[in-house]
Each structure stands twice: as structure tokens, then as C-alpha cells.
């Protein structure tokens, strides 16, 4: 029995790429008791010589300025309220932070295989950052499942915390893994921290008698415990979570909270461990914020846009992924005068939600593209109706059922263009999670103001991604209300339902309930002001146009350009959930000194006043979506200019690197 | 009828309900009957038209709201219940009424129609069926015999009808009744009962189409015939019909329904029977031959509506919350773990 502590072990083969533990092999080999982490090598031309440290070390502390951790499991195992928790502790500290959870459409896939993995990935730095990040620089990986789907996209050197605990070799094999990868050496270019997770986790609430198999799963909070202790995290609101979560069951609050002291004791006190690091806050504008998603945000949005507009919000929606979460929400705060009705398919909610329109209140109803594709025929009656109607997509991978957990921007088609007739309408695109509150309350804007649906083009990766969000202040959000007709409004004291404001070609709203106005309306073609049936050719050509115009005329920001050194000669355009990526691949590119402009549409229509003068000032546009090409044919048919496509419709983000990869060649080459 | 409606103090008349438009179904349809018995009947009602909806589908029916002098929509085809779900729940103060047809509600609409039942969303649906589809020139339509000669089926429908009413029924509806474009009074009897019911009222008007399926209810309205064959269905009363009531509805011993005999002793209609399957008997009495049709309240129970429970809903948790809307928002916002950067 050997101890090697400071010790110089020698050996020919290579082993890993820097510190870390000794392996399993040699420490039985050299019959090893006690050895601590390889602190040091030293290279000679025919082996290499390791220095290891025994003594628990005083840990280390390193700065980084940023991380990227990735919570990977079965999807029974807890990733996402992992995910979840360490986020809300990292929001705490003060660092700005992207988050993007990847699970699958499956409640329960079948435990330990590739499916049925959900994993969550967190990006968090002390500067500010627009992406959860291309690659993990941690992965924790709760299963040889998790393990085999993640480590693709792990960059040498990583550090992988793996459950040794799942390692078996029936988990081993279920996802293909004749030997396993914790022992054959597949790992050596990785910091491979292996952890008894599930059994220390046991271990650990032995005495506190909850049944073995609530002590088994909270092993994610023995791993949440153990990361917050490697990253310094604040972990009180965790434990304030654990008491609200498990407010039912104090057995479970005490298991949980065990669990995640004993992880962080665990990396306190473990040799395996002798690193700990730290993340100083970003530079922040000064206000409160909160850790938001998109689904969140554009819940709050919708609440919001029933204060400001002195409106009861009625929502109609039909459960779907992932925009149920929107409904989940709204449901909860009926106390702003919010009705929600869950309706018997996606054409009542839309229907009910007009009918509440036409009766005076915010009609909305919220949805992904299968919901819209239905709702199609309702929302050409809004047109004609010219009533308001928000209609949210939280755009999914399609077509058909398609991929309902994973993202895509390919419903701008269908949102601009899916209707029978001419039937335009408004539709914009938040650009992040927190934009989302915003984007809604313009949607509701355009909608009561200028009488007409609006499409919100929300899309998976901000519907579930997060960020923090600086609170806006409640006075300072824009007052969206408008006022019901309430007298005759033609010179003969008659009332005539579609005469047109002159200013905003919006009809008037006059609701059922109000004496002297009552009147017909509906999907047959109607006269012009009188708003009576009508087959006359040049009223129907009059009608179409100005459903056109009146849609054209919507008065919508001027799009805004990126190019600090003003010296770019490449634009790329962007809409929606891209403007994360997009923002970082040019800030890259910038760093490297190679010019980039970039601009970022939130108004898809009617489109910015100034965006054919901002197109034609650079010699080449550059348009990347998650579709195949849905922007970039807009921008030909009506700038004719040879914008260039750049597409990707894997259901996952575009990662910064890959549009840098692909905007340095266009810059550098044209 | 809802005590959220307002009235009116002012008397009003057939004449105020009726709209500036020329009213354009085919010359001697039933809809004009049908028009006509409702605008009369309005008044009663003491609502001010100002707060009476009517929505519709679409389909000859469904023209019905251009011509009343109240609120209307004539919306797209089978919505109209979703749609009126939507003014009802968020508008306690309207009277809301869905016309529909026997296409809009029971083919393309079925699904709205089933929901807006079992809800009880306070809505008077009056479906006029004429078992043809008058609007696209005459197809079959869900209510049409089967082997039925159409356009569409010139070898004859393979399909069986529904019977409306053991639908509504079987959709949990609280108020179910069947009355005659061609019988004002008994229409209007039946209006005035369903306007009076707190939640959905289900109302099948036999309609006749003097084009595309003139004479589907002779047999119920010829007055040589119809005595034989029409059943009034009146609270209280044994059901019995036919010369000297000579027929009677009774309930065999050891059976599961009604039926129709001559003599014995007729059972006495109740529609207040909280046992959907007492009207569901009653129901299935007239089979797509009609020479056994029931007309009449079927059944009237009573269920608190949608709209009464989902605005309780948002009126208890205005109650249980203070603070301006405002102020609710910006404590709404800033719930949950916030943290502030100076």
C-alpha cells in the first residue's frame, strides 16, 4: 500500500490533458490509497512524470469570465428544474445570463436511452452575452444516456461530471456502449469528474427516513448542490424554492435540502474537486431584473397589455407545444378581469376569442403553427370583420406534428401569406425571452388601434429560453387603450360601420350594448362605409385595397442598424428568435477587426419605411433563418436585391460559431 | 333569462325589429316564417335591442341576422357557437342567440355545438333543419333519410341521419325542444320558453325548403294527417295525440323507452326530470320517417352556465386582490426572485 501524495509517479502513455485524478486502473495497479489530483506534469522525451497532491488542498479559486454548463439526464431526472435553479442562483449573483432547454416531446421516453434525454444548458459571464452559448465548457450527465448524446458537442478539455451510480451495465448497453466510456479511455481528452451521485445522495438522507426512492431522486439536488459549490453560487432562493415547491411534504423539503448540502459538501471536502471558481457579476444597467423566459414574458405582456388598455383580456387557446405554458400563465391572474377559456380545438379558441373582440374586450388567443393552420379561416374573418385579435405562434419544427419540442422560424410564410383572399394583417417577432413582454404589448398596440389580427411570431427557442429582464417600470409602458364609438358618426345622425378614421383607416368599434348603433357585420363582402352586402365589382376592388393599404399604412419603427465602425460592406438581416447569434457571431467578427453590419426586423408587416434605403447601402445582404430561405424571398420579390439565404432547420438554434464561421467568408470573399 | 340582462321600459314592436334589408331567401321558404314569428315574439322580451346578439354560421339560415334590427354576425361556417361563446362569457348583459342549420351545426359545426351544450353557455340556439343542404343547391345534409337522392348521392346516401335532439341530449344540453316554422304559435311558445332558460337552450325548428326538399314535413303539418302523427308535448299533461287522443305515449313495463299505442295509460310530461333519459326516450320516439314526432319542451333543467361560473371565477379573485390594476401589475412583475443592480 502505497500513498503518492507529492510523490512523482511515472508512466509512458499520455494521461488526459492537464490535472485531474489519477486513473482507476493505476491507482489499483500501484494499490493506492490516498492520492489526491494530478497537480503537475512534467514531459520527458520517453515518459511523462505526474506530481499529485494528497492532503485535501486549500481549495483554489479561478476567475472565468464566463462558463457554459449543460445539466444533461433522463427526462424523469429533474434536468430542467436543475437547469432552472441554477440559473435563478446565477441571476442572483448578478451575472447576465442565456439559458436554452433541449427536451424531448415525450413525457417519459424510456429511462436511460438516447430519447428520453432532456438536458438544459446555461450560459452566464460577467459581461454581457446574447446566446446560451455554442458548446458546454461543463457537462453533467446523470446517465450513460446523457452522456453519449452530449459529448459530441463538447470541446476538448471540457469537464464532465458523470453519475457513476447509472454506469451499470445495463444502462451501458442500452445505449450502446459495450464497454464503458468511464473506463476505456474514450474520455482522456476530457476533465472526467466521476461521481457517485445517486448513492452518496442515499447516503446522505439515510437517517432522514424518506422512502428510498424520493431519496434516489433528489439526486439532482445533490448534483445542483455540488455546481453551486463549484461556481460560488448564492444558493438561498434555492432552499426558499425547495420550501414552496414541497410546501406539502416536509419530508420532501427536508430530503431536497439535504440533498443539495450534502452535493455541496460533497465539492467542499472532496479531493476530487480542487478548483473552485468564480463569475463576478456583469456590468448591468442599474434596476431590478428577473430571470425570465419567453412564455413568461409574453404572459406578463398580455396581462400588461389588459392594464393598459382598460380592456378585459379574454384568452381563447387549445393546449399545444410549447405554447401552453403562455396559457398556464394568463390563467392564473384572472383578476385583472381576465377571462381564459380552454376551448374544444384551435377554431373555437380563435372564435371565441373574435366573439369577445366583438363584444368589446382583447381577443387572444395563443398557439403554435398546427393551431394556426387551423384558426386560418377565423382570422380571414377578423380581417374582414377589421376587428382586433392577437394571435400568438410559438413556432415549433413543422411540417405536420413535425418536432414539437425543438425550433423553427418556418410559419413566417404562413403568418404573411396562409389565408384564402387577399387577407393581409400585422405581424411582428420578438428577438429574445424578455422582448417577448414587449413584443406583446405591441401586438395588443396595433391590434386595438388599428382594428386588425396581428400575428406574434414567438418561436421554442425564446418561448423556453431565459434571460435576465431589467423590470420596466408599469407607468412608463405605452397607453394602448382606445375608445368605443358611441354616437352616430355620418352627418344624416346615421351610423355607418365602416367609415374609416381618416388618420388610422381603422373602423369604428362599436360594441353590442351601445343604443342607436346596432348593425350587421360578417365575412360576405361588404359596402364600403355602410358596411351592407355588397356583389358591386368596384366596391370589392375598392375593399381589397384598402384592407391592403389600411395594413400598409401601419405606422412601425424605422429598423435600426448595427455597424460601429460604420466601415461594413456586408448587412445580414435577421428576424426573430436569431438575434441572439446573429449579435454574437458579428461582435466576433468585429473583434477580429473584419466589419459587419447588422439589422434585425421585430415589424415583418408591414416592414419598416427605411429598410429598402438600409438594404441598397451595403453590396451584400446576408439573411440567416431557421427556415429555408422564408425572409430572404420577401426581401428579393420586393427590394430586388440578390439577398443571400443562410439556412438551418435542424430544430436547434444556430450556434454564434456557425454564422461566424459563414459571415467571415462572405465578408472576406464576397 | 339571465338577471344580468338589462330591460327596457320602452314598449317595443315587431316593426323595430326588422332591419333595413331586403330580406332575399327564395320566395315561400320557411325562413321567412320563421323571421317573422321571432320578430314578433322580441318584444316580449323587454330587452333593448341594443343588448340582443345574434350570430350565425353559414348557410341559408344563417342570412338570419342581416334581417333583425339588433346586433348581429354572420360568421364562417359552424363557428357560430364558438364565437358566441366567446360575446356571452365575456358579456353578461347581452342576450345572445345562435342561428344555425342543419349542415352548419350538425356536420361542420358539430363540435362547436356538442361544447357550447355541455358547457350550458347561456346561448339560444335555434336550428333550422330542413335535412338539405339549400345554399350549395341541394346536397344531402346530416339530418336527410338515408338512400336519400341528391345531387351528391344520385345511387342515394349511404349514411343515417342524426336525430338533433338525442344529440343535444347526449351532449348534456339543459334545455332541448323542437317546434314548426309553419306553427307561430307553438314557435313562439317555445321561443319564450328557451329565452326563459338560465344557460344553453337547444331549439331544432322543422323548416321547409320549397326547393331542394319541399314537403320533408308534410306529414306533421298537413292538417288532414298531422293529428296522427304530431305529438304536443305539454308540461303536466299525459302525452297522448290523434283523434280523441286515441294514441298514447307510455313506458312498457321491463323497457328501457317510450312508445306509442292506442288506449293505456299515457304517461304525464315532465321536461323537468333531472334523467336526461326520460327526454331521451321521448326523443327517439319520431324516427326519420316522422310519423311519430314529438314537438315541444322536451327537457328544461336546471345547471349554473358557463358564464355564470367563469365570471365568478374573475370577480372572486378581483375581490381577493386590492390595489389599483397598476399596482397589481407591478407587483405581478416583480414576483418571484429579483435582484437589483445599483
Known amino acids: ?670 | 333569462m339571465a338577471d344580468t340582462i338589462p330591460l327596457t321600459p320602452v314598449k317595443l314592436t315587431a316593426k323595430d325589429f326588422k332591419s333595413d334589408q331586403e330580406v332575399r331567401w327564395c320566395p315561400g321558404c320557411g325562413d321567412y316564417a320563421i323571421l317573422a314569428a321571432v320578430q314578433q315574439f322580441m318584444p316580449e322580451l323587454g330587452i333593448p335591442r341594443e343588448n340582443i346578439v345574434f350570430v350565425s354560421g353559414i348557410g341559408c339560415s344563417s342570412r338570419f341576422p342581416y334581417y333583425m334590427n339588433t346586433y348581429g354576425m354572420h360568421s364562417i361556417h359552424g363557428r357560430a357557437p364558438a364565437i358566441a361563446t366567446g360575446l356571452s362569457t365575456s358579456r353578461p348583459d347581452l342576450s345572445v342567440w345562435v342561428v344555425t342549420g342543419d349542415g352548419d351545426a350538425l356536420s361542420i359545426g358539430g363540435n362547436h355545438l356538442i361544447h357550447a351544450l355541455r358547457r350550458n353557455v347561456n346561448l339560444k340556439i335555434l336550428l333550422f333543419n330542413n335535412r338539405i343542404y339549400g345554399l350549395t343547391k341541394g346536397q344531402y345534409s346530416p339530418t336527410s333519410e338515408i338512400g336519400k337522392i341528391t345531387k351528391s348521392t344520385p345511387a342515394g346516401s349511404a349514411d343515417s341521419p342524426f336525430n338533433p335532439l338525442s344529440l343535444a341530449l347526449g351532449a348534456e344540453a339543459t334545455f332541448v325542444a323542437r317546434t314548426i316554422d309553419s306553427d307561430r304559435k307553438h314557435l313562439q311558445s317555445v321561443l319564450r320558453a328557451a329565452a326563459g332558460h338560465e344557460g344553453s337552450a337547444f331549439v331544432e325548428i322543422y323548416q321547409n325548403c320549397n326547393i331542394f326538399n319541399d314537403g320533408a314535413f308534410d306529414l306533421i303539418k298537413d292538417p288532414s294527417a298531422r293529428d296522427e302523427h304530431l305529438i304536443r308535448l305539454e308540461q303536466g299533461r299525459p302525452i297522448t295525440f290523434g283523434a280523441d287522443d286515441r294514441f298514447s305515449v307510455v313506458h312498457p313495463e321491463g323497457s328501457f323507452g317510450l312508445k306509442v299505442q292506442e288506449g293505456g295509460s299515457a304517461i304525464v310530461h315532465d321536461a323537468t326530470v333531472d334523467d336526461p333519459a326520460y327526454a331521451f326516450a321521448l326523443s327517439r320516439l319520431s324516427g326519420s320517417e316522422l310519423t311519430t314526432t314529438p314537438i315541444g319542451v322536451f327537457r328544461d333543467v336546471q345547471r349554473p352556465s358557463y358564464d355564470e361560473i367563469v365570471r365568478k371565477q374573475v370577480l372572486d379573485a378581483r375581490a381577493q386582490s386590492t390595489g389599483t390594476p397598476e399596482e397589481m401589475l407591478g407587483e405581478l412583475l416583480s414576483a418571484g426572485d429579483t435582484w437589483t443592480i445599483l
Open chain 1, 1 to 670: 500500500m502505497v500513498d503518492i501524495a507529492g510523490w512523482i509517479f511515472d508512466h509512458t502513455a499520455t494521461v488526459g490533458n492537464g490535472p485531474g485524478p489519477l486513473r482507476k486502473e493505476w491507482r489499483r495497479s500501484l494499490e493506492v490509497t490516498n492520492c489526491g489530483l494530478a497537480i503537475d506534469r512534467l514531459k520527458l522525451p520517453d515518459r511523462v512524470l505526474w506530481r499529485f497532491n494528497v492532503a485535501a488542498p486549500a481549495k483554489r479559486v479561478e476567475q472565468l469570465d464566463r462558463v457554459v454548463i449543460r445539466f444533461a439526464g433522463d427526462s424523469g431526472d429533474g434536468m430542467q428544474l436543475t437547469g432552472d435553479r441554477f440559473t435563478s442562483e446565477t441571476a442572483q449573483l448578478g451575472n447576465d445570463i442565456s439559458t436554452l432547454p433541449n427536451f424531448p416531446a415525450e413525457i417519459r421516453a424510456p429511462a436511460g436511452t438516447l430519447p428520453g434525454v432532456s438536458s438544459f444548458q446555461v450560459h452566464f459571464a460577467d459581461y454581457d452575452i446574447l446566446t446560451p452559448g455554442d458548446a458546454p465548457n461543463v457537462l453533467v450527465a446523470m446517465n450513460p444516456a446523457a452522456l453519449k448524446a452530449n459529448l459530441a458537442e463538447l470541446p476538448a478539455g471540457a469537464d464532465i461530471i458523470v453519475n457513476t451510480d447509472e454506469f451499470t451495465k445495463r444502462n451501458l448497453s442500452k445505449v450502446g456502449y459495450a464497454v464503458s466510456p468511464l473506463e476505456d479511455g474514450s474520455l482522456d481528452g476530457y476533465a472526467v469528474h466521476p461521481v457517485a451521485l445517486t448513492s452518496m445522495t442515499i447516503g446522505a438522507l439515510a437517517e432522514t427516513g424518506v422512502a428510498k426512492k424520493d431519496a434516489e431522486r433528489a439526486k439532482n439536488m445533490f448534483a445542483l448542490g455540488l455546481l453551486s459549490w463549484m461556481y460560488s453560487r448564492p444558493f438561498e432562493s434555492t432552499l426558499r424554492f425547495l420550501e414552496r415547491k414541497f410546501a406539502k411534504r416536509p419530508d420532501l423539503v427536508e430530503a431536497n435540502k439535504t440533498a443539495f448540502q450534502a452535493g455541496w459538501n460533497y465539492g467542499e471536502t472532496t479531493e476530487a474537486f480542487t478548483v473552485r471558481y468564480e463569475v463576478k457579476p456583469a456590468r448591468m444597467r442599474p434596476g431590478t431584473y428577473r430571470n425570465i423566459t419567453g412564455n413568461q414574458a409574453l404572459a406578463l405582456g398580455l396581462v400588461a397589455s389588459a392594464v393598459r388598455s382598460r380592456l378585459p383580456l379574454f384568452l381563447g387557446a387549445y393546449p399545444i407545444t410549447p405554447a401552453s405554458d403562455i396559457l398556464h400563465e394568463i390563467s392564473k391572474h384572472k383578476r385583472f378581469g381576465i377571462t381564459t377559456v380552454q376551448a374544444e380545438d384551435e377554431i373555437a379558441a380563435i372564435g371565441a376569442a373574435l366573439g369577445a373582440s366583438y363584444g368589446g374586450a382583447l381577443g387572444v388567443t395563443t398557439t403554435s403553427g398546427p393551431g394556426v393552420a387551423l384558426k386560418s379561416e377565423t382570422i380571414s374573418l377578423a380581417i374582414a370583420l377589421e376587428l382586433p385579435l392577437v394571435i400568438v405562434d410559438v413556432q415549433r419544427a413543422g411540417p405536420s406534428t413535425g418536432m414539437p419540442t425543438k425550433t423553427e422560424q418556418a410559419d413566417l410564410n404562413m403568418a404573411l401569406f396562409g389565408r384564402h383572399g387577399e387577407a393581409p394583417l400585422a405581424v411582428i417577432a420578438p428577438r429574445s425571452p424578455s422582448d417577448c413582454f414587449h413584443a406583446a404589448l405591441e401586438a395588443s398596440r396595433i391590434a386595438l388601434t388599428y382594428r386588425t389580427p396581428v400575428i406574434l411570431l414567438s418561436d421554442n427557442y425564446v418561448a423556453n429560453g431565459s434571460e435576465p429582464w431589467m423590470l420596466p417600470s408599469v407607468d412608463e409602458l405605452p397607453d394602448i387603450s382606445v375608445a368605443f364609438t358611441t354616437a352616430p358618426n355620418a352627418p344624416d345622425g346615421k351610423f355607418l360601420p365602416y367609415l374609416r378614421d381618416p388618420e388610422t383607416l381603422a373602423r369604428p368599434w362599436a360594441i353590442p350594448g351601445t343604443p342607436g348603433l346596432e348593425h350587421r357585420i360578417g365575412g360576405l363582402e361588404k359596402a364600403d362605409k355602410t358596411g351592407d352586402i355588397s356583389y358591386d365589382p368596384a366596391n370589392h376592388e375598392h375593399m381589397v385595397r384598402i384592407r391592403q393599404a389600411r395594413i400598409d399604412a401601419i405606422p412601425v419603427p424605422d429598423v435600426d442598424v448595427e455597424d460601429p465602425q460604420e466601415n461594413a460592406r456586408v448587412l445580414v438581416l435577421g428576424w426573430g428568435s436569431t438575434y441572439g447569434p446573429i449579435g454574437a457571431a458579428c461582435r466576433a467578427l468585429r473583434q477580429r477587426g473584419l466589419p459587419i453590419a447588422q439589422a434585425h426586423l421585430r415589424h415583418l408587416s408591414p416592414l419598416p419605411a427605411n429598410l429598402g434605403e438600409v438594404l441598397a447601402g451595403y453590396d451584400k445582404v446576408v439573411v440567416p433563418e431557421m427556415n429555408l430561405g422564408q425572409l430572404a424571398s420577401v426581401i428579393r420579390a420586393k427590394y430586388l436585391i440578390d439577398a443571400m439565404p443562410f439556412n438551418q432547420v435542424s430544430g436547434l438554434p444556430f450556434t454564434a460559431a456557425t454564422l461566424e464561421s459563414m459571415l467571415e467568408d462572405v465578408v472576406k470573399n464576397g
